[in-house]
């Protein structure tokens, strides 16, 4: 009976870690950057505390010599998987009934290489809840994430037209509430992404504010029990901002989406090219290097792949890792 019972509790664990994910890659117009430009997190485990500082980009998350270029009014869809490299549609984006809002920032930094995100932060876009008519309990609602799984982890982000040019950090987060009923049982996911942007009016200045610091523990888009029924619901944060847009959850994918991914899991996607994003160092495939823990290769894979430290080793024929 005991062993059964631990056996049980393996398989409940070994689902849960299955069913996390990390935001992993970025498409500025339909131009595929993989994670050249992305400070990958140094798993697929979420963060619970909002005190923490790897709230902000996520724990491990290292900065890395791209920077991927995008022009304000840009549209750059943000990708998500449960597992490192993989990109496919053959299962959920974030699985295992992880519902929950979608909320991207942004912070203008000096050198997106090396900012550490202690800058103030707004938020550009939201997808968050929207009552499904028929639903009795908030699992059977319209989510952001939900909106994710549906179109293969991918997400249309509009850029502001009224930024100021220059570097700025793009804050992806996903926040699972189907543990959210207990204090810290609210898991988030985020991603930060090293871009710089051109052509921007530079009328911008929304109020903005600070990781940690912007998410109380007890917010009620925080604490929150999601399997009852939800008449009501607000993702924590500021509201998106006047240049900002937001996405109505349960809506189709928007275009862009489109065009570099076929919806509903199950499918296969749409095939890329990899175009090498511009690096602060030489060197490297292309004048590129890649960062230790950043992917260098495997099957599909055209970006760099020199690493900038140590080797690049070969975990699975789809992923090979600068280590």
Request: proline share 5%.
């Amino acid at each position: 009976m005991k062993s059964a019972f631990i056996a049980a509790i393996g398989t409940l664990i070994a689902q849960q870690v299955a069913a996390h994910a990390i935001f992993q890659a970025l498409w500025v117009n339909s131009i595929d950057y993989a994670a050249q430009c992305v400070r990958l997190p140094a798993s697929n485990s979420p963060v619970v505390d909002v005190t923490s500082k790897d709230i902000v980009c996520n724990v491990g998350a290292k900065s890395v010599n791209a920077k991927c270029p995008v022009k304000a009014g840009d549209t750059v869809t943000i990708e998500m998987h449960q597992q490192p490299g993989d990109r496919g549609c053959n299962s959920e984006a974030i699985g295992g009934a992880h519902y929950g809002p979608v909320s991207v920032y942004l912070t203008k930094v000096d050198d997106a290489t090396t900012a550490d995100g202690s800058t103030g932060w707004f938020k550009i876009f939201e997808d968050s809840w929207a009552k499904k008519p028929s639903s009795s309990i908030g699992d059977d609602d319209f989510w952001g994430t939900k909106d994710l799984n549906t179109c293969c982890g991918k997400m249309d982000i509009l850029i502001p037209k009224d930024l100021k040019d220059g570097d700025y950090l793009l804050r992806a987060e996903a926040l699972a509430l189907h543990t959210a009923s207990s204090s810290k049982g609210a898991q988030f996911y985020m991603s930060c992404y090293q871009i710089t942007v051109s052509g921007g009016s530079g009328t911008a200045n929304p109020s903005t504010v600070n990781f940690p610091g912007a998410y109380p523990q007890n917010h009620p888009g925080i604490l929150v029990n999601i399997h009852a029924a939800l008449q009501t619901y607000q993702a924590p944060g500021p509201t998106v901002y006047s240049g900002g847009s937001t996405k109505s959850a349960g809506s189709s994918c928007r275009s862009g989406c489109e065009s570099t991914c076929t919806a509903g899991v199950g499918g296969q996607g749409t095939a890329s090219t990899v175009v090498a994003a511009p690096t602060t160092t030489g060197g490297g495939s292309g004048g590129c290097s890649v960062q230790q823990w950043q992917q260098c290769g495997g099957i599909g894979w055209s970006g760099c792949t020199n690493c900038a430290v140590g080797s690049c080793v070969n975990l699975n024929p789809y992923y090979y890792q600068c280590q």
